[in-house]
C-alpha cells in the first residue's frame, strides 16, 4: 500500500503543539453521557440525570456517535488528526446510516440537501449532475459550471493526503429518491418539485439561483441516485465561524478582471494587509491555493475559519464541488498567489516533492484512497494522471520563485 506506506513517512509524523483546553473548539464534561432522548430536536443533547454508571471499561466518550466525536476532537490545529482511528466509522456511517430527515438547504446557487441520521447526527448532500467523463467545456465560465459529487468526495482524500486535513469528511452514498428523500421531507417547497419522467424515472429540481428548473432536474434509475454525503460542521450557534474574502477573489463577470489578475505586484499590498501581515494566514492561504490548482477549481471566493481561535488557526478547505472539471487543461491563474507572493510552507513544499515520487506518486494514492468508497472509481484516470502533471507545474513555479 502507497497510501499506508506515505502515512508513515516522517514528513507525516511532524507532532502538532500541545492541545491545551483554550486550544479545543470544544470542552467536554468526560462523565456527560449522550443521550437519544429530545423533543424533536436534531441536535445532541446531553443528559445530566442519567445514570452514570457505565459498562466496565468505557468512559462516557464511548457513548458518543462518530460525528459528536469528530466535532469534540476539533481544536486550533487541525480538524482531525492524522492517525484518525474515528474515520473509518465516520465515513462508514455518511454511506449506510438511515436518513430519517431530508430537507434543502438554504442560501448557494445550486441545490444541496440536508440529511439527518436517526443519532441526530447530519450530512449535506450533493447530488450527481454530470458523468464522471464529462469534462466541462471550455467556453463555460467558472461561476456556471456544475456542482460535481465526486469532486468534493476527491477534494476530501486530496486534502487528506496533502496533510492539510481541512475538509470534513466526505463519503459517496447512493441515495433512493422516493424513500430517503421524496416520502420522508418536511421541506414544502422541496416537495412540489418531484415528478416522474417520460422515461419513468423519479426526479425533483427544488429550488436555487443556477440549474433548479424542469430542465436541470436530479433524475434517477429509477430512483436510484448518486450523491456526495459530507459532515457538517458543529451548528454555528454552537462554533461561530468567520467568513474572509479571498484577497485572490475573481470578478465573477463576464467582462471584468479582479486587481490580482492586472497588477503583477499585487502581493505586496496583501502582505501588509491583516491578517495576512503577520502569522501563517498567507502561507495557509497558499496550501489553499495549491489544492485547488491540483483539482482545477476556480471558484475559491471565500474561506472560513472558526471564531473562537482567532487569526491563529487553519483555514476551512468547504465547498469543493467546483474542482476536477477538467482533465485536458490547467488553469495556470489559479496559482496567481503562489506565483506572486513567492513564499510557501517548508513542510508543504517537501510533502509535494515527496508525492512526486515514484513511490508515493499523487495519482497512485489517491486512486488507492479512493477505491474504498461506495462510488468508486470517483475520478477518471485522465483527472488523476492531471495531478501528477499539475504537481509538476507547483514545483517548478517554486523552483522559478527559488531562481528569482
Not at 414544502?188 to 425533483?204: D, H
Not at 476536477?324 to 498567489?337: C, V, W
Request: glycine share 4%; net charge positive; proline share 6%.
Amino acid at each position: 500500500s502507497k497510501l499506508a506506506a506515505l502515512f508513515e513517512h516522517p514528513l507525516y509524523k511532524v507532532p502538532i503543539p500541545e492541545v491545551r483546553d483554550g486550544d479545543k473548539l470544544f470542552v467536554v464534561n468526560p462523565m456527560e453521557k449522550f443521550s437519544l432522548r429530545s423533543s424533536g430536536s436534531d441536535e445532541w443533547v446531553s443528559n445530566s440525570k442519567a445514570e452514570m454508571v457505565l459498562p466496565t471499561g468505557k468512559t462516557a466518550y464511548d457513548t458518543y456517535p462518530a460525528w459528536l466525536k469528530f466535532h469534540v476532537g476539533i481544536n486550533r490545529y487541525e480538524l482531525y488528526p492524522r492517525q484518525d482511528p474515528l474515520m473509518p466509522a465516520l465515513l462508514q456511517d455518511l454511506a449506510t446510516l438511515k436518513i430519517v430527515g431530508s430537507v434543502q438547504k438554504s442560501g448557494g446557487t445550486q441545490l444541496k440537501l440536508i440529511m439527518t441520521f436517526p443519532n441526530y447526527g447530519q450530512a449535506l448532500f450533493k447530488p450527481m449532475k454530470q458523468t464522471r467523463d464529462q469534462e466541462t467545456p471550455a467556453d463555460f465560465f467558472y461561476f456556471s459550471d456544475f456542482e460535481r459529487h465526486n469532486a468534493e468526495i476527491a477534494a476530501f482524500h486530496l486534502d487528506r493526503i496533502l496533510d492539510f486535513r481541512r475538509i470534513p469528511p466526505v463519503s459517496g452514498r447512493l441515495v433512493n429518491i422516493t424513500q430517503e428523500i421524496r416520502d420522508i421531507t418536511t421541506d414544502k417547497k422541496l416537495a412540489k418539485t418531484f415528478f416522474i419522467s417520460p422515461a419513468g424515472n423519479v426526479c425533483f429540481y427544488g429550488e436555487c439561483s443556477y440549474y433548479c428548473s424542469t430542465e436541470h432536474a436530479l433524475c434517477g434509475k429509477p430512483d436510484q441516485l448518486e450523491g456526495s454525503m459530507a459532515a457538517l460542521l458543529p451548528d454555528k450557534s454552537l462554533a461561530k465561524r468567520r467568513s474572509w474574502r479571498s484577497p485572490w477573489r475573481r470578478s465573477y463577470h463576464k467582462s471584468k478582471k479582479a486587481e490580482w489578475e492586472l497588477n503583477p505586484n499585487y502581493c505586496a499590498q496583501v502582505k501588509e494587509t491583516p491578517p495576512y501581515n503577520s502569522g501563517h494566514r498567507l502561507l495557509d492561504l497558499i496550501d489553499m491555493t495549491v489544492l485547488d490548482f491540483l483539482m482545477g477549481n476556480m471558484d475559491r471566493h471565500h474561506y472560513e475559519t472558526f471564531e473562537k481561535f482567532g487569526n491563529d488557526t487553519f483555514l476551512l478547505h468547504l465547498d469543493n464541488g467546483r474542482g476536477f472539471g477538467t482533465h485536458s487543461r490547467d488553469e495556470l491563474s489559479i496559482l496567481a498567489p503562489l506565483r506572486q507572493c513567492c513564499r510557501i510552507k517548508r513542510s508543504t513544499w517537501l510533502r509535494l516533492r515527496l508525492l512526486a515520487t515514484e513511490p508515493y506518486r499523487l495519482s497512485d494514492v489517491l486512486r488507492e484512497a479512493l477505491a474504498s468508497d461506495r462510488l468508486a472509481p470517483v475520478l477518471t484516470e485522465p483527472h488523476l494522471r492531471a495531478l501528477d502533471r499539475r504537481l509538476g507545474t507547483v514545483l517548478a513555479a517554486v523552483d522559478e520563485c527559488a531562481a528569482r
